[in-house]
């Protein structure tokens, strides 16, 4: 069969909700939740997913140009969502990989029900609380300014900056689209859900959870304790990359997924 | 027309010249109590004085400045309930949004009603986007918010007959029957503040009165809107003044050289309104994102700035740098001798198409009492009357 590559994103519907959809590659599915930012299809991890997956790539709901329906408000509503999802389209053995608030999303999915999942891979994941009530585990976003979150999150910076002169009519509605649904979503509590973390043990598929070396959104000690709360979780550190290893190494990123998920890989 | 006078109540000593920003972060530790009472006391003998000049007192609410020491406009209104004999008392206002508990605004408003025996004018407002953050109410949907509280407040205020139940989107209250009941039946007047034309439209469907803030000729804009509201409501009567509020700043002198030298003290809030950190300027949601993303492309992370033009449309610049006469040209100030501003008032009012409520800001930064005193009282004793004069004959002549 040959392979179809897709250059752009597709509108399509599912589950009730016009979405904003990549997919790429043959192979068995991997359901790849973006962070906060966003997901285009010109990131390199798709492709190279695609070379051992069928990567199903959403905007969730309200990011991209993903419809938002009014009443959905909470990640736990994404969840729901995305297990409408992965009913309609009947997605068998899949592998469920987030990055940071795709992450918490997946985090949260997995706590449901893993019947149609066989893998679960979390990247610098957000969305338990560890620290004391005086004591954040997570930067606060929305009350940093921009240049200071682009030195916590990248290992190299400079491949952050926005230039607000140079983008796109498109690109901007996106960027902001992007940054009022996350504010929609995680705001307060900020960036976690109080219940989650004492619901993990419920997860029973193998999971890898990936941490960015220099991360300083989500340290790595945060990742850890993240892991150590999902039985039999490997935590992995990928150097040379912060808050989002997908955009940063994206080659070693997807080898590391690859090689969880191929047989004897989660021993 | 009805005037009011107003001050925000600053912390002028913490303007520090090399903060980054005067709000949200600077921390408390550059507010000295004792030097915040004195200036407490003294802002309200100011208001004080504008009752027995006959002036109206409208007061306001921030959070976490030094740019405004006024954390709850319900405070110093109950203050002044109690206090003064003849003003209206004008809360602009109350960011209902960013409140957990709009029973308790309602509780609260209604007894600063009756204490005052009827002299509230009751302004609910969205709030500026940096105060999202102490809040902490979330910035996207705020408007969803604000309706909700707006409904259940002033249901709460009508309601007679007992206990009534909320289930909303945002509030829950299994009993709503508050003690005391408002005063003014059936409620006191409603005010909110709009420079945005949506809001302007959706007051004016309510028939609330809408206050617009140093907008210069850009007001007639926001009233127009207004109008359309309202005629829009199914009303067959043209829009009353008495729904059109307009704040500037004014500053009066015996001679024109004193009235500019006080324009410039009070002037001094414009320079504070820019110096906001970064992240705290615009808070993903509290704008449309489309405006939002517009405004990034235009100036990056900076944010808006308030352009004013002249009468005939002429740009002006940035509000915030303007000199006294550019803030004059623009309509943000009226300023000089009584004569000059009554001038100027009267220039302006033709200009825009008439309000019936002119908010003026008598006070700010450095300008010490001695002076707003003198400035307020000029204005009350030869401007006012004139002025009163001048809005009757307008409003026979309509």
């Known amino acids: 069969m040959l392979e179809r590559t897709e250059t752009a994103s597709q509108l399509t519907e599912i589950a009730g909700v016009r979405l904003d959809l990549i997919k790429r590659g043959t192979g068995r599915p991997l359901l790849l939740l973006h962070p906060a930012i966003g997901i285009k299809p010109t990131d390199q991890v798709i492709s190279r ?55 918490w999303i997946a985090a949260e999915i997995a706590i449901k029900s893993t019947g149609r999942i066989s893998h679960l891979v979390l990247a610098d994941a957000v969305g338990i609380k560890l620290g004391d009530r005086e004591h954040r585990d997570i930067v606060d976003i929305f009350t940093t300014k921009q240049s200071e979150v682009d030195q916590l999150a990248y290992h190299d910076p400079n491949i952050a900056a926005v230039d607000h002169g140079a983008i796109t009519d498109d690109e901007a509605q996106i960027m902001f689209r992007n940054r009022e649904t996350t504010a929609l979503f995680a705001w307060s509590p900020y960036m976690f859900d109080p219940k989650l973390a004492g619901r993990l043990h419920r997860i029973r598929v193998p999971t890898l959870v990936l941490w960015g070396e220099s991360d300083r959104i989500t340290l790595p000690d945060y990742g850890r304790a993240y892991a150590g709360l999902i039985a039999g979780a490997r935590f992995e550190l990928i150097e040379k990359a912060g808050h989002y290893p997908h955009l940063e190494r994206p080659d070693l990123f997807s080898q590391k997924i690859a090689d969880f998920v191929s047989p004897g890989g989660t021993r | 027309m009805k005037i009011y006078s107003f001050t925000e109540q600053s912390y002028p000593d913490a303007w520090l010249k090399d903060a980054e920003s005067l709000r949200v972060n600077l921390p408390n530790r550059l507010c000295d109590p004792d030097v915040a009472s004195r200036l407490y006391n003294r802002y309200l003998d100011e208001w004080m004085l504008a009752d027995d000049l006959g002036l109206n007192i409208i007061v306001n609410e921030h959070h976490a400045t030094a740019t405004c020491m006024s954390a709850s406009v319900h405070l110093t209104l109950a203050i002044l309930a109690r206090q003064t004999k003849r003003a209206r008392l004008l809360g602009l206002g109350t960011p209902i949004a960013n409140r957990n508990d709009p029973l308790r605004v309602a509780e609260e408003m209604s007894i600063i009603d009756v204490i005052s025996r009827g002299r509230l004018e009751m302004g609910f407002i969205k709030g500026v986007p940096y105060e999202i953050v102490p809040s902490n109410a979330r910035p996207v949907r705020v408007m969803d918010r604000f309706w909700e509280a707006h409904d259940l407040i002033l249901k709460a205020m009508t309601t007679h007959d007992g206990p009534f139940s909320w289930e909303g989107e945002y509030f829950q209250y299994r009993s709503v029957n508050i003690w005391p009941r408002p005063y003014q039946q059936p409620h006191p007047p409603v005010w909110s503040s709009s420079s945005s034309l949506g809001s302007a439209r959706a007051l004016g469907a309510r028939g609330h009165i809408v206050a617009t803030v140093m907008t210069g000729y850009r007001a007639k804009t926001v009233f127009d809107e207004y109008r359309k509201g309202w005629k829009e409501a199914g009303r067959p009567q043209p829009t009353p003044l008495d729904r059109l509020a307009y704040m500037g700043f004014v500053a009066v002198g015996r001679s024109e050289a004193e009235g500019l030298r006080r324009a410039e003290l009070v002037k001094s809030y414009l320079e504070t309104n820019t110096r906001v950190a970064e992240p705290y300027k615009n808070p993903p949601g509290f704008m449309a994102a489309s405006d939002a993303a517009k405004l990034f492309q235009r100036v990056g992370w900076r944010g808006p700035a308030h352009q004013m033009t002249t009468k005939d449309g002429k740009p002006l610049g940035s509000a915030a740098q303007a000199s006294v006469a550019a803030t004059i040209a623009g309509g943000l100030m009226f300023a000089g001798t009584p004569e000059q501003v009554y001038e100027q008032v009267v220039d302006f009012y033709q200009a825009i198409g008439g309000f019936g409520h002119f908010l003026m800001m008598t006070q700010a930064g450095h300008m010490d009492h001695k002076d707003t005193v003198e400035s307020m009282t000029l204005f009350a004793q030869e401007v006012m009357p004139r002025l009163a004069e001048f809005h009757a004959s307008a409003q026979l002549a309509a």
């Open chain 1, 49 to 103: 997913l695609a070379q051992s997956f069928t990567v199903i790539a959403p905007a969730h709901p309200g990011f991209g140009r993903s419809d938002l329906p009014r009443g959905m408000t909470t990640v736990d509503d994404l969840a729901y969502f995305y297990l409408d999802f992965m009913d309609a389209l009947d997605l068998q053995d899949l592998v469920v990989a987030g990055i940071s608030f795709g992450a």
